[in-house]
């Protein structure tokens, strides 16, 4: 019951509660009605409480986001609204400065039973709605945490946009975080075959190793912030160089903002220094 801390009256009243006791629960501050027949608490996802009274639900990557999977940053809060939803009910005060909308069919069903879309919807929006080298991210996440199976993963895919139905042969559930799934992607569509998560003679893993001479690192925005961490990570890329690769680290703000130059520079490495056949 109540996922999220998003309760329905229902909910509530199935589980012994009454009129009286939701209304000295609101009192006390345990409690706040969110739209007419919903409720939340302090816990309850402020990004969903908006879209509930944008008179929509929580969808695309801020659903995936919530369910647990990798998404990119700075995308906004995605509403999702039934196609019979009238402009009035997205039109108010609380709607945001960075709200992103969707439309769905019926039977999507994005409607009062739910306080967030379930996973197959946000996923679908998220195929129109994200590049390719940011959907794949999200796609390899949602894999690699198990949150779908790959059969029902790739016919979600299939059903959405031409444009999208190539990532299904670049999935890659081994991929443990976003950034590395960009980089990855990147060197594919770039005709760079890599491989992923790689363990060497030393026991390390590798992100992303091209060959079995070049290594790339990808730096996550947090790993590698404490000095423990810094110290222990310069000693693997020595173990790595050690064992004859070259390495490329990249933090977390330059695959996500400039991956471009990840690109160029990953390739004038290789034309520079690929061994010699």
Not at 37 to 54: F, S
Not at 95 to 120: I, L, N, Y
């Amino acid at each position: 019951m109540g996922r999220f801390s998003m309760f329905t009256t229902a909910e509530l009243r199935a589980h012994g509660e009454t009129i009286n006791t939701i209304r000295d629960s609101i009192a006390a501050g345990m409690r706040f009605r969110i739209i007419k027949g919903w409720y939340g608490t302090p816990a309850t996802p402020k990004d969903a409480v908006l879209a509930m009274r944008m008179g929509g639900r929580l969808g695309c990557v801020s659903a995936l986001k919530l369910l647990g999977a990798w998404v990119p940053p700075d995308l906004g809060t995605h509403v999702v609204f039934a196609t019979s939803a009238s402009g009035r009910r997205t039109a108010g005060r609380e709607q945001g400065e960075s709200v992103v909308r969707h439309w769905s069919a019926k039977r999507d069903h994005t409607g009062s039973a739910f306080g967030v879309v379930p996973v197959e919807v946000a996923i679908a929006d998220a195929l129109s709605c994200l590049p390719p080298h940011l959907l794949i991210a999200v796609l390899d996440s949602l894999l690699h945490l198990g949150m779908i199976s790959r059969n029902r993963l790739e016919a979600i895919i299939r059903r959405g946009p031409k444009r999208v139905h190539h990532l299904i042969d670049h999935l890659e559930p081994r991929s443990e975080s976003g950034i590395e799934s960009i980089v990855r992607y990147l060197l594919a569509i770039a005709g760079i075959p890599s491989d992923v998560q790689v363990t060497m003679l030393s026991g390390d893993r590798t992100d992303i190793e091209i060959g079995d001479w070049l290594v790339i690192e990808a730096d996550g925005r947090e790993t590698h912030a404490k000095e423990k961490a810094f110290t222990a990570d310069r000693v693997r890329v020595v173990r790595l160089m050690r064992e004859g690769r070259i390495v490329l680290q990249f933090a977390y703000a330059t695959i996500m903002y400039d991956y471009e130059f990840v690109l160029a520079a990953i390739c004038d490495v290789m034309d520079r220094h690929a061994p010699v056949a």
